[in-house]
């Protein structure tokens, strides 16, 4: 049985009623870096987006689930991107909202049951992040988690005027 939960907060899909917190954090410069935004979303666009979420990861690539604390409370979201069945890959994000709840073990705990997922219900035999360079908290955490450093892309991201290196790091399930 499937089990997106774990001992200090579960994983669930997208529902009409995220759409405040959706438009917060696509619309939080501070993470367009990451997310690759360079524009502001529309409320109506991401109403739009969520009409949809539902559709299923064959069909549309990606999922996006909320992380939320044992109370419901929406902390953060994790995707899955670049779904490739035919390679048995798939890329992963995540992104933490609040300050607050970084470096607590909360992102560690929804990578992790998102793995459980991704080589169990999914069947897939890697999973990869890209990480920049100077993001030390994200690098300590999916080496903690056992994704390995395999690959620098240089000058990857222009960032306020200078370029930033993008770090690759894959987690192959050998089982």
């Known amino acids: 049985m499937l089990n997106l939960k774990g001992k200090r907060l579960f994983l669930r899909a997208l529902e009409p009623e995220d759409l405040d917190f959706l438009y917060e954090l696509e619309n939080n410069p501070e993470i367009w870096e990451i997310s690759g935004t360079t524009a502001p979303y529309s409320k109506h666009i991401l109403r739009i987006y969520l009409d949809n979420a539902h559709k299923d990861i064959y069909e549309v690539k990606q999922l996006r689930l909320c992380i939320c604390n044992l109370e419901g409370k929406v902390i953060g979201l994790i995707d899955l991107f670049d779904f490739d069945p035919r390679n048995l890959r798939v890329g992963m994000g995540i ?33 990869y992040a890209n990480v920049l360079e100077d993001n030390a908290p994200s690098i300590h955490l999916f080496t903690k988690l056992g994704f390995k450093k395999v690959g620098v892309k240089k000058d990857w991201i222009s960032s306020n005027g200078k370029f930033k290196d993008e770090i690759l790091f894959q987690k192959i399930n050998k089982g």
């Not at 709840?101 to 069947?123: H, K, M, P, Q, T």
């Open 95 to 127: 992104v933490i909202s609040e300050e607050a709840n970084r470096n607590r073990g909360v992102g560690a705990e929804a990578i992790e049951i998102l793995c459980d997922y991704v080589f169990s219900v999914l069947g897939l035999r890697q999973v």
